[in-house]
T-cell receptor, first 115, second 114 residues
């Protein structure tokens, strides 16, 4: 059973417009959420995160929104740039007896920003 | 900016052979993770170290995979014997302390088993 879901495998956006990437989760015990960006043949790069006690976090062009009642988070990129084209992974930190800190990842969304 | 180092970047091997991957975390990061990412999926945790101790290896196929972090700094992940289904990207990540919230990833090792 997949605990973190990214239902859109791909998204295409025009340069300068807003990109909205969505993520749903099932485990209400997750306490921290992160977004990573990944280029082909490279490791994921940390973008932005949000604690479960907050509903919004902003960093430059990137804003993450968390709706705990809906178990939904989204990443907004404004304005989108061609260099933002990559696979975006949503991840949630699992709490398991306090010992492990593992991240549960979604399957990713491929964002293509068209010039 | 400090980075997680991994080597090799690419590895091609034949099934039944042994392979090993190396990771050097960000200096001072006590927690080290090995993830496996199969094409089209998100990374999945194989093993987590806190210093030199394993704190989670529940998803590590222990019949063929082993991992060590002898001095609590760099780490090695080994597969013996390799199988076709092991073809994947192997990612190492580190965080500052066991409760460090943000994990920083290395460039990964792309393994192809023929």
């Amino acid at each position: 059973d997949q605990q973190v879901k990214q239902n859109s495998p791909s998204l295409s956006v025009q340069e300068g417009r807003i990109s909205i990437l969505n993520c749903d989760y099932t485990n209400s015990m997750f306490d921290y959420f992160l977004w990573y960006k990944k280029y082909p043949a490279e490791g994921p790069t940390f973008l932005i995160s949000i604690s479960s006690i907050k509903d919004k976090n902003e960093d430059g062009r990137f804003t993450v929104f968390l709706n705990k009642s809906a178990k939904h988070l989204s990443l907004h990129i404004v304005p989108s740039q061609p260099g933002d084209s990559a696979v975006y992974f949503c991840a949630a930190r699992g709490v398991s007896g306090g010992a492990t800190n593992k991240l549960i990842f979604g399957t990713g969304t491929l964002l293509a920003v068209q010039p | 900016e400090a980075e997680v180092a991994q080597s090799p970047r690419y590895k091609i091997t034949e099934k039944s052979q042994a392979v090993a991957f190396w990771c050097d975390p960000i200096s001072g990061h006590a927690t080290l993770y090995w993830y496996r990412q199969i094409l089209g999926q998100g990374p999945e945790l194989l093993v987590q170290f806190q210093d030199e101790s394993v704190v989670d290896d529940s998803q590590l196929p222990k019949d063929r995979f082993s991992a060590e972090r002898l001095k609590g700094v760099d780490s090695t992940l080994k597969i013996q014997p390799a199988e076709l289904g092991d073809s994947a990207m192997y990612l190492c990540a580190s965080s500052s302390g066991q409760k460090g919230k943000t994990q920083y990833f290395g460039p990964g090792t792309r393994l192809l088993v023929l």
